[in-house]
Nanobody, 126 residues
Framework: QLHVVESGGGLVQPGGSLRLSCAASGSTLDRYNIAWFRQAPGKEREGVSCISSRGGSTSYENSVKGRFTISRDNDKNTAFLQMNSLKPEDTAVYYC???????????????????WGQGTQVTVSS
């Protein structure tokens, strides 16, 4: 069974950058689509970005387009979320999620994902 663990969160000033990592174990990541979700206090968990199992397809939520970049290194069983030009409204707990699939496309529908990490806190504040 796949197990994913997020890391890389922290406190950053507006305009700063962070790189989140999602390290997988228990299975090879190249059979899984990966997505990043986030949940701010009092809000629903929302999809931020996703990437297909071989990296050929990516998708982004509108508010992060042009600022965030999702990537993966299947040889290292790890996925990443590079976050640039961070804003206070990006403050949330960020979750990595995975689903085993043969699809070459990815989606950010929460119900599709079977494996979830514990989350990593990202706080954007001056």
């Amino acid at each position: 069974q796949l197990h994913v663990v997020e890391s890389g969160g922290g406190l950053v000033q507006p305009g700063g950058s962070l790189r989140l990592s999602c390290a997988a174990s228990g299975s090879t990541l190249d059979r899984y689509n990966i997505a990043w979700f986030r949940q701010a206090p009092g809000k629903e968990r929302e999809g931020v970005s996703c990437i297909s199992s071989r990296g050929g397809s990516t998708s982004y939520e509108n508010s992060v387009k042009g600022r965030f970049t999702i990537s993966r290194d299947n040889d290292k069983n790890t996925a990443f979320l590079q976050m640039n030009s961070l804003k206070p409204e990006d403050t949330a707990v960020y979750y990595c999620a995975a689903v085993s699939t043969i699809s070459t496309m990815c989606a950010m529908a929460r119900w599709q994902y079977d494996y979830w990490g514990q989350g990593t806190q990202v706080t954007v504040s001056s």
